[in-house]
Structure formats: C-alpha cells, structure tokens
C-alpha cells in the first residue's frame, strides 16, 4: 500500500482507513507493506500490528510548495518500494504482488512501481479535487485532477466507499462502471467499549457543559465542505427553541473567520471551538454529547457519521454525497438538505426536544455499524478484489 498519512502522521481520514484496513487484512493473512510518509515521532521502519510500516521522505512543512513535496515523497516511496520488490522477487518469485495506491498523493510512485515491475495496480479514490472544491479554480486543481484521472486509468480496479463516489469517478474519469468496485469505510466500534464511570463522566462532561445545557457536537477539518459555517447559521435558531443549548466544535484548521462570526452573532457564551484533539479526548466526548451534527456540503462517505452511531450518540448529517447511504433518514438519524441552515436546525431540534425517539434511533443505528460497517467483512471484500485483479493478471499474459 501506498499512502501520504498513516498514524502518527493524520492530516484527514486516510491515514485511520489505510491503517484498519491494513491491519485488518494483516489478521486475515496477508502480508501488508505500507510506504508512506516519514514522521519526527515515527520509526522509519516498523512491524505494528502485523503490518510492515516503511516511513520515508522529506520533512513535511505545511508552508512549503505542497505539490513539490508530494512529489518529492513519492520518489522516496519509489526508490523504497523498488528495493523491496528486487528482494521479493529474486527470494519468491511465485508470490502475488499487488500495488494499492491510496489518492492521488500516492499515483507517481504507484505508476511508476507498477510498469517496473510489470505488477497490477489497484487505486482508491477516497475524494476528488472537484468534489472538495465544487470545480477547478486553480492550476494546482487542474494538475490533481489530471493524476486523479491518471490513477484511475493506470489502475487495474478501483475501489470507492459509496455509490455517490462511484458516480462521480466514472463522471469526472469517465472509468468504466464496470472497472470500479464500491466498499464502504468502516470503523472500529470496540474502541468505544472502555471503562467510563458516570461520576467521572459527569466531571469531564461539565468541562464543556453544565448538566441541564445539552450539548451539540461537531468534529471535522475546518474547510467550506465540512460545513462548519451551515451549523453556525443554524445555531441561532437551534438557540431561540433551546436556549441552554450549547454548541462545541473540534477540529484543526484555520478558524478566525468562523470565531469572528460567533462573535458578530454573539454567541461567544454557548459556542466552543476545541481545535485538534487527541482520540483519547475525542472518544470521550462522543460519550457526553447530546448531538453529533455533521451539515458537509461535500462527504465522499462520512466516517465521523460512524462514529458518533457506534457510541449511540444521535446523529443528524446533511444529504451531501455518501452520508445519505450512511445514516437512514429517521432510521438511524436524522438527514437535512445540505446547505440549508434552517433544515439544519429543525433536524438539531427534531433530536434536542423528542430525546425518545433519537434514543430509538441511535440503538439501531448501533446495531447497523457493527453489522454493516465492521472492518472485517471490509478486508474480505478487499481481498476479493485483490484474487480477482491477480487472477485477471495470470490470464492477461502483461505480467513479470
């Protein structure tokens, strides 16, 4: 596997989805190397959790020409994933070998590897550039959309997490229905599962919150598409019906602007902005809140939506992309339109003043996560595709 992130190195989901999966598969009996980025906190090379990790790379420096350094990444991950190919194929000649390239971040070295080597290559495409940014605005858009189209192309299958990506790759790709395999994220809902007493609970809980005021929660990148500015819009209104309630957002990213427009609103009192958290922190929030709302304008699928059902928080997401296919309107949440503030708020205060009926909700909305979106039934679906790509590859007559 191939991939810009990995823990402890998190800048957005892939890193958490590369290491499950790759762990997952590992437990399954397949041996996993993953090359992917140097970390200051991180050994160059390590055995974690049966998974063989192969940090390389310059520094990262969020300053600097950010392409350069993808690049410049990706040249390490090749020269690396050369070495270790030579070794595997001289010792085990016989052995199956796949590439599994994860983005865009990842396509240089997966390509490159890929016609060496004459191995198959199978991509993941976790989200477009058109997608995050509703078109290309920009020439380095324009450049990650052409090796976007590029990976697809080069790649033997490609995986998507939902029937919104699938969509959208064969729309903007114009890759073959028929050449895509949709797989759902998962998560790790045992993670949930730890020893937190209520006296305890109460005490972290009024750190954010006094017992009769409930809490609405939030946690994602402050970037337009997580919609961050749809829940703040919102929140007057939550707050003319609720006036207790209290607003609590978590997450890295550049937010002066959403802080000056709690201000202009003056809701200064009942709106907290955390930052990023540590998973420790973030696990036992998830335990307190009241809410979980996630109002994205762009969601490939909606991880975090997972998250909060896995605890049994109440959920209540917008109908932008894959989070439809995630939480079922009335079901296991609740759905708003995507972009609409006061859709938003009558779906917050549908959860905040009929607290039965969202309990109801988030029990089954439990039992879905662990029975739908659990990463083994995941790895077996991946694996699938790996027998089915090494199958196809011996009949090709392209192979070493």
Not at 136 to 151: K, Y
Not at 269 to 287: A, K
């Given at each position: ?118 191995i198959p290559l199978v991509a993941t495409i976790h989200a477009t550039e058109h997608g995050r940014h509703g078109g290309l605005f920009s020439d380095l858009s324009r450049t990650i959309h052409q090796m976007e189209w590029e990976l697809t192309y080069e790649a033997w299958r490609v995986i998507v997490c939902s029937q919104f990506m699938l969509g959208e790759v064969h729309r903007l790709f114009a890759t ?225």
């Amino acid at each position: 596997m191939l991939s810009w992130e990995y823990p402890p190195r998190i800048v957005g989901g892939i890193a958490r989805h590369v290491q499950e999966l790759a762990e997952s598969l590992a437990a399954q009996g397949v041996e996993v190397h993953v090359l992917t980025a140097s970390h200051p906190d991180a050994p160059e090379e390590a055995v974690e959790n049966g998974v063989f990790l192969h940090r390389v790379g310059p520094p990262f420096h969020p300053r600097e020409d950010f392409l350069g350094w993808v690049l410049a990444l990706n040249a390490s991950m090749q020269s690396r994933g050369e070495a270790l190919l030579h070794a595997w194929l001289q010792t085990e000649p016989e052995t199956p070998v796949i590439l599994h390239a994860h983005d865009w971040l990842a396509y240089p070295a997966g390509r490159a590897l890929k016609h060496a080597f004459r191995i198959p290559l199978v991509a993941t495409i976790h989200a477009t550039e058109h997608g995050r940014h509703g078109g290309l605005f920009s020439d380095l858009s324009r450049t990650i959309h052409q090796m976007e189209w590029e990976l697809t192309y080069e790649a033997w299958r490609v995986i998507v997490c939902s029937q919104f990506m699938l969509g959208e790759v064969h729309r903007l790709f114009a890759t073959p229905l028929d050449k895509i395999d949709v797989i759902p994220n998962g998560i790790r809902a045992e993670k949930f599962e730890f020893e937190f007493p209520e006296a305890e609970r109460w005490a972290f809980r009024q750190r954010y919150a006094q017992p009769d005021e409930p809490i609405v929660f939030f946690v994602g990148r402050m970037v337009p598409e997580k919609g961050v500015q749809v829940l703040l819009q919102a929140f007057p209104i939550v707050k003319a019906e609720v006036p207790k309630a209290r607003l609590v957002i978590a997450g890295g990213g550049a937010r002066a602007h959403l802080e000056g427009f709690v201000r202009f609103l003056h809701l200064e009192d009942s709106v907290q902005f955390l930052g990023f958290i540590p998973d420790e922190e973030l696990l036992r929030l998830y335990r307190v809140v009241d809410v979980a709302v996630y109002p994205s304008l762009y969601e490939p699928f909606g991880i975090v939506a997972l998250e909060a059902m896995a605890v049994g928080v109440p959920v209540v997401v917008s109908d932008a992309g894959g989070l439809k296919e995630v939480v079922w309107h009335e079901q296991t949440g609740i759905t708003t339109y995507a972009g609409n503030p006061e859709s938003l708020a009558w779906g917050i205060l549908r959860v905040l003043k009929d607290p039965e009926s969202a309990r109801r909700r988030a029990e089954y909305a439990q039992q879905v996560v662990r029975t739908e979106f659990h990463w083994e039934r995941i790895a077996q679906q991946t694996r699938r595709v790996y027998q089915r790509v090494w199958g196809e590859y011996l009949q090709s007559g392209w192979g070493r």
